[in-house]
């Protein structure tokens, strides 16, 4: 079906090759959640032959990134971005969907980002998993080791990361992909190497486009900008396969903590990472092992500020969330962002909504109360049911406070 949808976008029903299929396939998946973007409304205006020739460059071996766009962001935290041309999301989903596969067989299970259903969500259920595990339903003491990498992003050295990407798809080729074939017969390994280079190749600073003013850059540490990453370190973040190789990078510390260092529960996002067990001299221990690991393997650094290592009856703080025994909720930062959008949806209701006005607000709200189910918050959305009048005028809460729906 999706053979046949192609052939008739192009205007043809003759065969067509399998890169340029598999170019259409990751054209669908780039533009999904971005269709209003200007990047993307430029490249849709010619899809056809913008695919094409991006096919053409591909095919020839002669493809080169756009230079990016380089803003910052303030929520949830300070970050510097380096967004890449939609004609570079394309490229980036087409690598993903061949390389992604492969790479899920070398994760451990508890790597949570960047991976089909193993969000931030799903990580928090796993360390509360954790957690009851090796306390036995919090009838015996253990704790939580909590660890972060200083400026992950910018201190991994491209061409190690390059190495270790080749290394893992070397252990991949001679797999099984179907009962009959493996990803050698499947895939174009010259293909994907070719990708693999051009990609973490590229320098992001080079013609980079800056969005803003250079006050923006005010307060961010040095560690968390690439303008002042050494020669030849750092991964722009924002791009879909920055976050695939951040998994990649780290999959040999997974595999060091779970085998050589024997811990059972231990789990990791991007570069935060947990290990939660009885005895608290051993995690003590482990830090020291750690930082050695990361230090001559991967040439990281544990940022200082970062470690915790507590009793899991005190609470843990984990992507957002604070884990307790027998329930969790969200951290004050959450509500804080919470309370401050629910100020703006107040006074725009002491006004005259918009039909579109309405929709917006009503999606914007019934998101973070579906994303409240998840945790013991009834208390605080009562409260917002009390003080807020609009909601007992134009909106109100239904279904024991799961969504808000406009009042007929």
Known sequence: MFRKLI?????????????????????????????????????????????????????????????????????????????????????????????SPMFERMFIYDSY????????????????????????????????????????????????????????LEKCWKRKATKRSSYEQLLNRELIEYLTDVIISRNPLAGCKIRGSEQDWEGLPLTKSLRYAPEGFGLPIGDLTSQLFSNVYLNKLDWFVKRDLGFKHYGRYVDDFYIVDRSKKRLQGAIEQIRAFLKTELGLTLHPKKIVLRRVEEGVEFLGAIVRPYYRHVTKRTSRKFNRCWQEWDSMCRGDLSEEESKEMLASINSYLGYFQHFRMKKFLKRKNICIKFLNTQFQFVEDYKKVCKVR
């Open 113 to 168: 980002s960047c991976r089909k259903g193993k969000g931030t969500l799903f990580g928090i259920e796993r360390i509360e998993h954790h957690i009851r595990s090796c306390s036995q339903n919090y009838r015996q003491e253990c704790y939580v080791l909590k660890l972060d990498i200083r400026g992950y992003f910018m201190s991994i050295e491209r061409e190690r990361l390059k190495q270790e990407v080749l290394e893992m």
């Open 7 to 99: 052939c008739v976008i192009c205007g043809t029903f003759l065969f067509m090759d399998k890169l340029l299929l598999d170019l259409f396939e990751a054209y669908y998946d780039a533009r999904r959640n971005k269709r209003n973007t200007h990047s993307q409304l430029k490249f849709e205006l010619d899809v056809e032959h913008n695919l094409i020739e991006l096919y053409d460059e591909i095919r020839e071996r002669r493809y080169q990134p756009y230079p990016c766009t380089c803003f910052i962001i303030e929520d949830p935290v300070k970050r510097e971005v380096f967004a890449s041309d939609f004609r570079d999301r394309v490229v980036h989903h087409l690598y993903y969907n061949y390389v």
